[in-house]
């Protein structure tokens, strides 16, 4: 198990190391830099005191070793976009708003997903399964975007409940929170569904009923704790997804998150931003991968994580 | 709700019945298509769309670009039935003509998924050992970051332009088709009628192509058609965020986005492009869903 997890994690390192060579690289082959978005015309001098200052003079390889010697430190530089933080610092600012956006949704999503779909399951071909089914197959197929408009449209333009973006209080964060739940919920429901239909029909669910168990004890103790199983690969890779912010959901409701950060750092070239970000989203994800493996092996002991791992 | 009441035969009893009036392979897959209700309302959606789409120069044939002065940000009416825009442009010329363009981005995108994936899979399944290895941790790399991270950060760095949103959807896409063939190829490469034209002395690539690739086409076929409202969707997505724009061809996202300062009254701006992404992901999902479902029939998940 130890050895197992230390030589995932140094892969996971080998795959950043890659990772960060490929976009420092592609970076830095474009032509422009931090002075190239500003308003005002800059002087050749300029622009050379610019580079200077940014080390942009170096050779690339220098700057390469310089950053990551600097990154194993959590030293991303400063920002291009906003010169007076640096980009730990705009992420410290913005990533809890993308957190606490996405960690609301994410239980949402979860909680609402696994309802629905058990609730399907236990009423498999009647009309409560049909409407879950349509309703699944509806939010999956809409992009959380589209959705967030129809959104907008019903509880700001017709009903005026709601704001229609902005970040202030609470209100403002009930659309967005439902926009990255929906699709999510329907994706969670139509897993749970499917796995739940599977284990009712196993003969440990057959022999609990023999014996005389209640269907409640039935349900939560051998149906959904064997179900929560394989849904733990559906599930945990969504929390990680919604807590770095939903970039088209955060751009349409204007919420300054982590998201809406990244997408104006593509458009200023703000690399240091670009680079910090990116890591940061790996690192997460690949953490939540390794973690789902240790997890799916501790929850069901018939699992070897040497066979999970490829 | 009909449409959803016909999931309910399982799909084990339709595969023997179907199995049972014999008939190729293809006739099979026709007919349990054919009995799947949300697969054909997928397949009239996806038409309807693709007339839309591919007629634009016939439903406008003054273009996009057209102004009616007379009538700017006008609702919807027998003369512009989906309205005009802030510039007295018709919104169903402009919502055909971004139709146009966001399916000729999602071809083009599964096209260069493909060429991308496709070659990579079937070597790294083929060859197996090094190879593999190397490739499959490329796709690790890939799988750890969202595709539209990948996307965003492509279209930052070339220029802008549609032939760069289909470089860049589709260097975000491969990993999937690629994952695909790869563990087709790996099956394959063990079963007999592979063994034994090998046996025969067959070369490589020629047991790839004629024997391997048309066993790995079902998945590939899938895989397609899933990828299709995807990359519908990071274009919108895209042209939604304002990244890669250029050419003056409308895109769905960029009317959205456009419509977004006038939607508290010209709602119309917003809602019918938004409507529109909505059904052509829709219609291709629903249609990807009903090939998936007759083609490979073990697969469903419902």
């Known amino acids: ?310 | 709700m009909s449409s959803a009441t016909s999931e309910a035969p399982a799909p084990a009893v339709q595969f023997v019945q179907a199995r049972g009036r014999s008939g190729s392979m293809w006739r099979d897959v026709f007919n349990r298509f054919k009995r799947n209700k949300l697969a054909i309302v997928g397949l009239a959606l996806v038409i309807g769309i693709c007339i839309l789409g591919f007629g634009a120069p016939i439903i406008a044939p003054e273009g996009f670009n057209e102004q009616d002065l007379g009538n700017i940000l006008a609702m919807p009416s027998w003369e512009h039935p989906l309205g005009t825009d802030y510039l007295g442009r018709d919104m169903l010329d402009r919502i055909a003509y971004g139709t146009r363009t966001s399916l000729i981005v999602a071809i083009l995108t599964q096209g260069v998924a493909l060429a991308i994936g496709l070659p990579l899979g079937a070597v790294a399944g083929w060859r197996g050992g090094t190879t593999d290895w190397f490739i499959t941790r490329t796709i690790d790399i890939f799988s750890a970051l969202p595709w539209y991270l990948i996307a965003i950060y492509l279209i930052s760095v070339i220029q802008p332009g549609m032939r760069n949103i289909v470089i860049a959807l589709g260097i975000a896409s491969w990993v999937g088709p690629c994952r695909l063939v790869r563990g087709q190829f790996f099956s394959l490469r063990q079963q007999e009628f592979i063994l034994s034209a090998t046996a025969i002395g067959a070369s490589s690539s020629r047991i790839i192509r004629r024997h391997a690739m048309p066993n790995a086409l079902t998945p590939i076929i899938i895989s397609v058609a899933m990828g299709i409202p995807a990359a519908v969707f990071g274009e919108a997505g895209l042209s939604f965020l304002g990244l890669g724009l250029s050419p003056p061809t409308p895109r769905l996202g960029q009317l959205v986005q456009e419509g977004l300062a006038y939607f508290m009254v010209f709602w119309h701006m917003v809602l019918f492009p938004a409507g529109m992404i909505a059904l052509i992901v829709l219609g291709f999902t629903l249609l990807g869903d009903g090939l998936r479902d007759a083609l490979d029939p073990r697969q469903t998940i419902r």
């Open chain 1, 1 to 310: 198990m130890l050895g197992y997890i230390a030589r995932r994690l140094f892969w996971i390192l080998t795959a950043l190391l890659v990772l960060s060579v490929f976009t420092f690289a592609l970076a830095h082959t474009v032509p422009g830099g931090p002075y190239s978005y500003g308003e005002i015309p800059l002087s050749e001098a300029q622009k050379a005191m610019f580079r200077k200052q940014y080390g942009l003079d170096r050779p690339l390889w220098e700057q390469y070793l310089t950053f990551l010697r600097n990154a194993v430190r959590l030293d991303f530089g400063v920002s291009y976009q906003s010169p007076r933080e640096t980009v730990v610092e705009v992420i410290s600012r913005t990533w809890p708003v993308s957190i606490k956006i996405g960690g609301i949704a994410a239980f949402l999503a979860i909680t609402l997903g696994l309802s629905l779909g058990l609730l399907a399951a236990y009423n498999q071909n009647t009309w409560i399964d049909y409407v879950v089914t349509f309703l699944t197959t509806l939010t999956i197929t809409t992009p959380s975007f589209i959705v967030a408009i129809g959104m907008i449209f019903l509880f700001a333009v017709r009903l005026h409940w709601l704001p229609t973006s902005g970040w202030a209080g609470p209100e403002t964060w009930i659309m967005p929170i439902l926009a990255m739940a929906l699709g999510a919920s329907g994706y969670v429901a139509r897993y749970t569904r499917a796995t739940a239909l599977d284990v009712m029909q196993a003969d440990y669910v057959r022999t609990a009923r023999a014996k005389g168990l209640t269907e409640p004890l039935i349900a939560t103790r051998h149906v959904l704790r064997n179900a929560l199983i394989p849904l733990l690969t559906i599930v945990l890779p969504i929390i990680p997804g919604m807590m770095t912010g939903t970039i088209f959901v955060e751009s349409l409701f204007r919420i300054p998150g982590l998201g809406s950060w990244f997408v104006s750092s593509s458009f200023k070239r703000d690399y240091p931003m670009i680079l910090g970000i990116t890591m940061l989203w790996a690192v997460l994800i690949s953490v939540t991968y390794l973690v789902t493996d240790i997890l799916y092996a501790v929850v069901d002991p018939r699992v070897r994580l040497e066979d999970v791992q490829e």
